[in-house]
């Protein structure tokens, strides 16, 4: 491509057109295939070109494709409702689904609904949000604000509302020496508790985080017992629990969602990515029960509305990708070559002079580049390592996903697999020679 219209996130790249896809592939112009290891930012993940959603878009495209929800509800929208309702984690009770077109914009409307919840709960005063560094709720200004990524705040940050910030639980980093994984995560939950007393009890609104870390740190799950003490504290102190599961839901790490591994449920849970698969532009909110039940005997209505809600052709499409998921058994798969990935990464990196850390659960993997690995001193941001393994990783035909972290001063270079939940055993073993190679070509330049 040498010229291009497009503002593209890089003015000055040139990128390649792609023209289709064929399962864990996507093909270009010129006839190049790349392995998608990442499913772009962990969207696609049921492979590229799925006949059976094809088709599905394809119908409702034929039948009806947006009625405006000031007046009206869909038979798409409905039907993918009382699927995710159906679903939903024990603890939701019946629940409702709310749709947006992006991550960002369910989480700008998780903070508008809990800060409803709250007024009609009469309990006004709660306005404080809190959530975790680092982390990344989407870049809409009020998810930007919520996020905790230093980077990505740091140009708008007059512009952002305030949102208090503790740390999320990095055992890499923050376990100390000796510290048991229960007593890590029981000390990290505790900085919730502090908090919400600093803030003043009566005062808070919600606390906001994902249940498996994606972009910002690179696929962290939390220690065993942090998200039930969470869930303690929430529940004690009377703030609504948020999960983000906009990366880590629908399937990427083995469940549905990431939480119901944790044994809770959210009150109110944002989903995006593997919703809709990449095959539509398509967000949800599912709210508890008890949210819904506040707003139904308060003023009966969301006082929030996007013209796209509920969009009959994205509803369509995301339906179609949930029933492939659960009719093809694949989060099955999810779990066989997730294990697969686990002990591939083990096997090239596990020994490797400069990878610190391999986290993750699912298909949902991460390497953390450091510059020594007996200090843990990463590697000069300048340097972006984790991005030239990206580049040398795509330019060896694998697509992952790098990115340079930001926490509070430590930097570290972490690349992030995800790839399809249709993913074969010789597609994995391929990521990770070519994940090994691309570090090689980077680091032994
Ligand atoms: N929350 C999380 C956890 C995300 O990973 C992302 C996207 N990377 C978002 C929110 C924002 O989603 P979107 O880019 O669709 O606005």
Redesign the pocket.
């Known amino acids: 491509m040498a010229q291009s219209s497009v503002f593209h996130r890089d003015l000055n790249a040139e990128l390649p057109v792609i023209v289709s896809g064929d399962g864990s592939y996507l093909i270009d112009d010129t006839g190049r295939r790349y392995l998608d290891a990442c499913g772009g ?2 969207v696609s993940c049921i492979g590229h070109s799925n006949a059976k959603v094809r088709e599905a878009i394809k119908a409702q495209v034929d039948t009806l494709a947006f009625a405006h929800t000031g007046s009206f509800t869909n038979q798409p929208a409905e039907d993918l409702a009382a699927h995710l309702v159906a679903r939903a984690p024990k603890g939701t009770g019946a629940g409702r689904v709310m749709y947006l077109g ?6 700008e409307a998780v903070l508008k609904l809990a800060r409803q919840y709250c007024i009609e709960k009469s309990e006004p005063e709660r306005q404080h949000i809190i959530a975790r560094k680092p ?6 200004l009020g ?1 930007l604000a919520t996020g905790g990524h230093a980077g990505r705040r740091a140009p708008f940050a007059p512009l952002l509302i305030n949102v208090n910030h503790i740390d999320a639980p990095y055992p890499y980093r923050l376990q100390q020496d000796g510290e048991s994984e229960t007593d890590f995560a029981l000390r990290m939950a505790s900085l919730l508790d502090a908090e919400i007393t600093r803030l003043g009890a009566e005062t808070v609104m919600a606390f906001v985080a ?1 249940p498996v870390v ?2 910002s740190l690179g696929t962290q799950p939390a220690p065993k017992g942090y998200w039930a003490r969470i869930r303690e504290i929430c529940d004690k102190r009377g703030v609504l629990l948020i999960a ?5 839901g629908m399937g990427r790490t083995g469940t549905t969602y990431a939480l119901e591994q944790e044994g809770i449920a959210a009150d109110l849970t ?1 989903m ?2 593997g919703l809709g698969a990449g095959y539509q532009p398509i ?1 949800a909110v599912l709210a508890a029960q008890k949210v819904v039940d506040v707003v139904k005997a308060g003023s009966g209505k969301l006082w929030n509305g996007h013209t796209y809600m509920s969009h009959a052709i994205a509803t369509a499409g995301a339906l179609a990708v949930q029933q492939v998921i659960e009719e093809e058994n694949l989060l099955a798969n999810v779990m066989t070559r997730g294990a697969q990935l686990k002990a591939g990464l083990g096997a090239a990196f596990g020994q490797h002079p400069n990878v610190g850390d391999i986290r993750g659960r699912g298909l949902f993997w991460t390497i953390e580049l450091v510059a020594d690995w007996a200090t843990k001193a990463p590697f000069d941001p300048l340097d972006g390592i984790a991005m030239k393994v990206g580049a040398a990783a795509k330019a060896r035909g694998v697509m992952t996903y790098p990115s340079q972290g930001c926490v509070d001063g430590v930097k570290g270079d972490h690349v992030l697999l995800a790839p399809m939940y249709t993913a074969t055993e010789a597609e994995i073993d391929l990521i990770v020679q070519t994940l090994a190679a691309a570090v090689a070509d980077v680091l032994e330049a």
């Open positions: 930012a962990a992006s991550g960002s914009e369910a989480m982390s990344y709720h989407g870049n809409t998810a994902e994606g972009a983000d599961e906009v990366m880590s944002t995006a990515k967000a």
